[in-house]
T-cell receptor, first 112, second 114 residues
């Protein structure tokens, strides 16, 4: 079983749509959680951290359920510029330091 | 904000040669640097973690003699792909972290071995 699992998509949605991505992780000792965005052939960029209380940043809302080991990302009012791959990322403390584990990513395509 | 510079951004080399990739933290001292590899349509896979002044810790399945990592200073880590083969062609990305700065990624290096 992969440490971080995501639906690869692609999710093809029209502009203005609301879309939700899910992610599950297997290591219950994981400590922090993130959503990254990766454009084609570019490095990942941090979109937002994810907290148990849920957090919102503009059109983006992230949620964490530690009991279910489940993370979600909701994008409202999708824009063409939101088209990218969204990576669910889990941070675990290893004896030699922190370790980021990436999901394979969910592809989002927003169309006009 | 924290900036990580990775160089070169792309490189083409002949099979059997070695390639060195540099990763520099420009405005902070990175206590830890990470090297990842990403094959097309796949996730970033951590290759190794390096702390300044100590040997890198390699992930299972990554050959330490093939992927040489040097982290001689708090602002520079290098990854050398030795005796590169076409199957080593990939997108290599470094990241650096320090207390208070989180994790910052370099812009990546696209390696093509012909």
């Amino acid at each position: 079983r992969k440490e971080v699992e995501q639906d690869p998509g692609p999710f093809n949605v029209p502009e203005g749509a609301t879309v939700a991505f899910n992610c599950t992780y297997s290591n219950s000792a994981s400590q922090s959680f993130f959503w990254y965005r990766q454009d084609c052939r570019k490095e990942p960029k941090l979109l937002m951290s994810v907290y148990s209380s849920g957090n919102e940043d503009g059109r983006f809302t992230a949620q964490l359920n530690r009991a279910s080991q489940y993370i979600s990302l909701l994008i409202r009012d999708s824009k063409l510029s939101d088209s990218a791959t969204y990576l669910c990322v889990v941070n675990t403390w290893e004896e030699y330091g922190n370790k980021l584990v990436f999901g394979a990513g969910t592809i989002l395509r927003v169309k006009s | 904000g924290a900036v990580v510079s990775q160089h070169p951004s792309w490189v083409i080399c002949k099979s059997g040669t070695s390639v060195k990739i540099e990763c520099r933290s420009l405005d902070f001292q990175a206590t830890t640097m990470f090297w990842y590899r990403q094959f097309p349509k796949q996730s970033l896979m951590l290759m190794a973690t390096s702390n300044e002044g100590s040997k890198a810790t390699y992930e299972q399945g990554v050959e330490k003699d093939k992927f040489l990592i040097n982290h001689a200073s708090l602002t520079l880590s290098t990854l050398t792909v030795t005796s590169a083969h076409p199957e080593d062609s990939s997108f290599y990305i470094c990241s650096a972290s320090a207390t208070g700065t989180g994790t910052t990624f370099g812009s990546g290096t696209r390696l093509t071995v012909v």
